[in-house]
C-alpha cells in the first residue's frame, strides 16, 4: 500500500512535468511514447518487483496475437489469451494470498492491462474486419484501421498515468492524446464563434486535478477513520446477530458498506488526477460552458450516494470498468448479454467465491429492478409528492440492495457469505 502510494504520489509529479516540458508541442510522439512507456515499467517493477514480469509476458503474447492471428479471429484470440493468463493468476494468488492482500498482489494492474488488451483487439476487429454499416456509432468512433507499432502498443498498455490503478482507456483516445490532437478534437465539437471567441480556448487541467485531489484527501481521511473502525466481519459476529435487531443489523449493514467505499474513491480519483495532470481525460464542454475533465473518471460519487435505481448505481461506480463490459461483452454477446456481461465481470475480478455470489445477485436485482420500474414508476409521476415518495423508496431500496449485493464481494469466502444471507 505504502508502494502503491508512492509511484501514484510520484507519477502525479511526473505527469505534471510531462505536460509542461514533454507537451507535444516540446516533443515528438515517439519521445512522449517512450518516455511514458519507461516509467510505467520503472513504476511496476518497484512496486512488484519480480512479480510484474507477469504484466510484460501478458503484454508480449498479445502482442504477438495481434501481429499473427487473422483479423475475423483477433478479439476471441486476444480475449481468450487475456481472460485465460488472468484467471491462472488469480488462481495462484489463492495459494500465495489465501485470501489476504500482500505487496505482492500484482492483479490490480493485471485487470487494467487485460481491459486494454480486449479493448484494442475488439475495436481493430470493428476497424478492419466489419463494415462501417455493421457498427454501433461508438464501435464505429472506436475503431482502429491499422496495427499499432510496437512503441505505440507498449505505451498504451503500460503507460506510467494508468499501470498502477487504471483507468481504461480507449486506444484511439490515447493516440490522440500522445499526438496532441486530445482536447482540440474535443473543442472542435463547440461553435466558439458563436460565443464570442476568436479562436479556440486552451483549458487547463489544474482546477480539475486540484478538485480531484481534495476528493482523495477527503477519502483517505475517511479510510483511515471509518473503515478500521467499521470492519464488514462484524456483521457476521455471533453475539452481534444474537443481540441486534433486525431493522439494526440492516442499518449497520450500510454504515460498514459505506466505510469500505473511501479506499475505491481514494485509488481512483488519485489514478484519475494523475491522468489529468498529464493533459489526458479533457472531455469536452458542458451546457454551461464549463471544460470538463471527466472521460477517465471511474466515479460520480454524487449519484452513486443518491442512486434511486440499481441500473443508476452500478453506471456510477467504476465507470470505466462498466464501459469495457459493455464494448467487449454486452454489445457482441449472442444471447443473454446481461447474465454474460455480470459472469464476465466475476471472472475478471477473481476466483474467490464472494465475487461469485455479489454477481450473480447482481442479475437477479438488476431484472428485478428493471421489471419494477417498467410496472411501477409510471404510477407515481403524477404530482410531486407522489414522486417524492417513490424516490425515497427506491433510494432506500436501492442502497441496501446494494449492501446486499456487495457483501460477500468484501468478506470474499463461502462461510462468512452463508453465514450473512442467513
Known sequence: ?????????????????????????????????????????????????????????????????????????????????????????????????????????????????????????????????????????????????????????????????????????????????????????????????????????????????????????????????????????????????DKTPFLSRLGYLYVVTQAAKPKYYFAWTLADAVNNAAGYGFSGVDEKGTFRWDLLSNLNIWNIETATSFKMYIENWNIQTAAWLKRVCYDRAPWYPTALTFILSALWHGIYPGYYFTFLTGILITLAARAIRNNCRHYFLSSVPLKIAYDVVTWVATQLAVCYTVAPFVMLAVEPTIKFYK
Open 1 to 241: 500500500q505504502i508502494n502503491f502510494v508512492a509511484c501514484q504520489l510520484f507519477a502525479l509529479l511526473a505527469a505534471f512535468w510531462f505536460r509542461i516540458y514533454l507537451g507535444p508541442s516540446h516533443a515528438s510522439s515517439a519521445v512522449r511514447h517512450a518516455f511514458a512507456t519507461l516509467f510505467g515499467i520503472y513504476f511496476a517493477v518497484f512496486c512488484f518487483g519480480w512479480y510484474s514480469i507477469h504484466l510484460f509476458v501478458l503484454v508480449m503474447m498479445n502482442y504477438g496475437i495481434m501481429n499473427m492471428a487473422s483479423i475475423p479471429n483477433i478479439h476471441r484470440y486476444s480475449f481468450a489469451v487475456a481472460m485465460g493468463y488472468l484467471t491462472l493468476c488469480h488462481i495462484s494468488r489463492i495459494y500465495i494470498f489465501h485470501y489476504g492482500i500482500l505487496t505482492t498482489d500484482f492483479s490490480g494492474p493485471l485487470m487494467i492491462i487485460t481491459q486494454k488488451i480486449t479493448t484494442l483487439a475488439c475495436q481493430l476487429h470493428d476497424g478492419i474486419g466489419r463494415q462501417a454499416e455493421e457498427l454501433t456509432a461508438e464501435q464505429n468512433r472506436l475503431a482502429v484501421k491499422t496495427r499499432p507499432s510496437l512503441l505505440e502498443y507498449l505505451s498504451y498498455l503500460l503507460n506510467f498515468m494508468s499501470i498502477i490503478a487504471g483507468p481504461c482507456s480507449n486506444y484511439k483516445d490515447y493516440i490522440a492524446f500522445i499526438e496532441g490532437r486530445h482536447v482540440h478534437m474535443k473543442l472542435l465539437e463547440v461553435n466558439w464563434k458563436q460565443k464570442g471567441y476568436d479562436r479556440l480556448p486552451d483549458p487547463s487541467p489544474t482546477g480539475a486535478v486540484m478538485y480531484k485531489l481534495c476528493v482523495t484527501l477527503v477519502s483517505l481521511i475517511l479510510f483511515l477513520t471509518l473503515t478500521k473502525n467499521f470492519p464488514m466481519a462484524y456483521i457476521i459476529d455471533n453475539e452481534f446477530l
